[in-house]
């Protein structure tokens, strides 16, 4: 099969750009001015008033006009105003860049993409740095095209070079990125022979790749944003986390750990025109109850809630409730699979299938959680990494809850006294109840004999601590957490069933087998065949990461037309909140 200049419509419509021939192209360099210096900190609970909708400012009329000739009137242009103070439970490590993942939601204002995507989750060839991306006729070679125009925000023009840096890094012995072990085992070499192109060479054929590695619409945890190599390299890592540098519609201004991080409107986005808002203020809020009490006394404009939320603000005025289905997943880790004892404790039990099924599929109380935590606003699944939103799924049939069979099952495995196993439990912004829920299945276990070590700590210290590198001494759990769902999850099958991955749990040659047929599939029939062996394989064998319920993102907004559009809704990016929806007046570019 050739490949050629991709032009395949794939899946008509539903990923209507996962092989694109796109418009444009360029890139550029120029010179450097120094970061912006920090302002003064924010206080902890700000109490500005709202941000005001947008004045019209129209240029004056001449004060001498020929008799002749009437005056134009001038194009009013929007003006940054105001501020939407935005409150999270959660706000990952603070970090000015994106390095583990995408966990700082807040960055997506911020930082341009290398390929751009609609609000609906399709990869748009108009709104990131890559304007085309074509394949070889061996489907080993991506060509990558950069546009002209993009600047970061200490006046460096963006260019591929740019690109190639940062993908790079992502391999490099500093990375964090959940890809790493995926593109250091797929990828020959990331180059950029000038600053209009960058090749992307694979060492085997592979039609997805851009669009699940550096989109955003696909990626997850590759590095896929925009990072200006000539800052990066003169500051290094821990000068950049300090005064970092973008180039999207918002500059971050000043950091405060654990607190709060500030961002400024640029004039004029090259993408996204004038940002709605002069100041963008997000704000650690790590209880619920004062979330909504903030955003209820209009101390903050926007906040991302429980379920139990969304039913409490139900009825409350001068708030509105956004929710959208289906765009995650409930998951839940069971660590280091492939370990079969551990030094000091003896035979590790979750390297056994048997005792991965009782604790998953018949010890965990789906239907209550759903109704009691997720208030219904859930589904029950075992799908994972093929979900409702890819184009490859079909509901798998859901286990029944039983705790006896799940007992018996155990003791028949070899600990009829149970066992014991840390439960590292850090909440997620996507799942303010997550701790909870967590709490209600340490509950369950520990009535059929696991004795339940709880290891409450943030995400963070959960990563930089145990995760890098991995340190279990013991069989252990953690989450629970929220994962977004892809349209074209085929990378997922490398990233996490992968020793060489940080965020691996499994490791099986037969799902490494399976997982590389359907990363490497090469018609839409054949990727939908090959992703649901795969997902029921790894259903069955309970690898990877388990899915417990399908969900969506939940946010509260003060309701002022002036603030917040009467049309705006959350866009198809778990992790973004919908923010272009929120900050720029230009909604979306056609």
Request: neutral net charge.
């Amino acid at each position: 099969m050739r490949f050629g200049k991709v032009r395949l419509l794939l899946f008509s419509g539903v990923v209507a750009s996962l092989i694109v021939a796109a418009c444009g192209g360029g890139g550029g360099g120029d010179e450097e001015e120094a970061a912006p210096a920090a302002p003064a900190a924010p206080t902890a609970t700000p109490t500005r008033a709202p941000a005001t909708a947008p004045t019209a400012i129209v240029a004056p009329r001449p004060t001498a006009v020929p008799a002749a000739t009437v005056a134009p009137t001038a194009t009013a242009r929007p003006v940054p105003r105001g501020e939407l103070r935005y409150a999270l439970n959660e706000m990952g490590t603070f970090k000015g860049f994106q390095d583990q993942g995408v966990t700082n939601i807040y960055l997506d204002a911020a930082y341009d993409y290398m390929i751009g995507s609609t609000p609906d989750g399709i990869d748009d060839p108009t709104s990131g740095i890559i304007s085309q991306w074509t394949v070889s006729a061996d489907g080993k070679v991506w060509t990558l095209k950069t546009r002209d125009g993009i600047k970061f925000h200490n006046g460096d023009a963006a260019t591929a070079k740019d690109v190639a840096f940062w993908l790079n890094y992502g391999i490099s012995d500093d990375s964090r990125f959940s890809s790493k072990g995926a593109h250091i085992r797929d990828v020959q070499s990331f180059t950029a022979p000038d600053n209009n192109t960058a090749v992307v060479t694979l060492r085997s054929p592979n039609v997805f790749w851009p669009q699940t590695q550096i989109s955003k619409a696909g990626c997850g945890g590759s590095p896929c944003q925009l990072v200006p190599e000539k800052y990066f390299t003169s500051v290094g890592t821990g000068g950049f986390n300090k005064t970092p540098v973008s180039s999207g519609p918002y500059k971050i201004t000043n950091i405060q750990i654990g607190a709060s991080m500030t961002m400024e409107a640029v004039d004029n986005h090259w993408f996204f025109g004038t940002p709605r808002f002069k100041t963008l203020y997000w704000q650690l809020v790590p209880e619920e109850i004062t979330r909504l009490a903030l955003l209820k006394n209009r101390d903050i404009e926007a906040t991302n809630i429980s379920r139990d939320g969304a039913v409490q603000l139900k009825n409350t005025r001068g708030v509105k409730t956004f929710n959208r289905d289906g765009s995650g997943t409930v998951n839940i880790r069971l660590e280091n699979q492939w370990v079969t004892e551990y030094p000091g404790y003896g035979k590790n039990p979750l390297s056994v299938l048997a005792v991965r099924q009782a604790l998953v599929l018949h010890a965990i109380d789906r239907d209550t959680l759903a109704s009691t935590f997720l208030k219904g606003f859930a589904t029950s699944t075992v799908n994972y990494p093929v979900t409702v939103a890819d184009v490859a799924y079909e509901k798998l049939p859901l286990p029944k809850f039983d705790p006896a069979k799940a007992k018996q099952m155990i003791a028949d495995a070899g600990w009829a006294k149970g066992f014991e196993l840390d439960f590292f439990i850090w909440p997620r912004p996507a799942l303010p109840e997550g701790e909870e829920m967590a709490e209600s299945i340490a509950q369950g276990w520990e009535k059929i004999g696991v004795k339940v070590n709880r290891r409450n700590m943030s995400y963070d210290s959960w990563k930089d601590n145990w995760l890098f590198p991995a340190k279990w001494t013991r069989p252990s759990v953690s989450g629970l957490w929220y994962l977004a769902n892809n349209r074209i999850s085929a990378s997922l099958g490398q990233s996490v069933n992968n020793k060489a991955s940080q965020y691996s749990q499994s490791y099986s040659q037969d799902t490494i087998d399976l997982g590389q047929k359907w990363f490497n599939a090469k018609t839409p029939e054949e990727y939908k065949k090959l992703g649901l062996e795969f997902t029921r394989h790894v259903a069955n064998n309970l690898e990877m990461q388990p899915a417990l319920f399908d969900v969506g993102v939940l946010v509260a907004t003060v309701d002022d037309p002036k603030l917040i559009p009467a049309d705006w809704k959350i866009a198809a990016f778990p992790y973004s909140l919908g923010l272009e929806l929120i900050a720029v007046n230009n909604v979306w570019k056609k």
